[in-house]
């Protein structure tokens, strides 16, 4: 049986690590999109903190702790291009941890105790809030491998 815990542990760990990259990364290159891409760095992490709400808390029947404009502004086929103003670095950097802890609290709640099935681009079907955050935590490697070789080509 798989450890909540655990798989909370990694998910934490990955959001401090876009957290310190968020930080160290200049402005400019956060919100430039690299040549033949569609996306920026600022919406590759926006976009990690909207599919972990809607995949956990919407797909829950939970408020999610995030905006209706937010999870606009990042849900899946978004881009800076389709952006109706610049969104605030310092939201996100909130977002990145707040979201943490109030997912720390609320799997300690217990509060998860329906979800509304869905499948993923790669065929698998999550059918529970820990199926999500497995998920999220691989959703989220991905990104964060798409941020360094983004990191890669602006620098």
């Known amino acids: 049986?798989?450890?909540?815990?655990?798989?909370?542990?990694?998910?934490?760990?990955?959001?401090?690590?876009?957290?310190?990259?968020?930080?160290?990364?200049?402005?400019?290159?956060?919100?430039k999109i690299p040549e033949n891409f569609n996306n920026n760095i600022v919406w590759q992490i926006g976009h990690c903190i909207t599919s972990q709400q809607r995949h956990m808390?919407?797909?829950?029947?939970?408020?999610m702790h995030i905006s209706q404009e937010f999870m606009e502004t990042f849900k899946i086929g978004t881009s800076p291009h389709t952006w109706n103003s610049i969104p605030d670095v310092?939201?996100?950097?909130?977002l990145l941890l707040y979201t943490v802890n109030q997912l720390s609290k609320d799997l300690e709640s217990g509060i998860f105790v329906k979800y509304t099935a869905f499948s993923l681009p790669i065929g698998i079907t999550i059918t529970n809030h820990l199926q999500?955050?497995?998920?999220?935590?691989?959703?989220?490697?991905e990104?964060?491998?798409?941020?360094?070789?983004?990191?890669?080509?602006l620098n």
């Open 1 to 31: 049986m798989t450890n909540e815990l655990f798989e909370f542990k990694i998910f934490k760990a990955s959001r401090t690590r876009l957290l310190q990259l968020i930080e160290t990364v200049d402005n400019k290159i956060l919100f």
């Open 57 to 63: 808390y919407m797909r829950s029947g939970l408020p």
């Open 132 to 141: 999500a955050l497995q998920a999220a935590n691989f959703h989220e490697a």
């Open 143 to 153: 990104h964060y491998g798409i941020i360094l070789s983004y990191l890669k080509l």
């Open 90 to 94: 310092d939201e996100i950097k909130h």
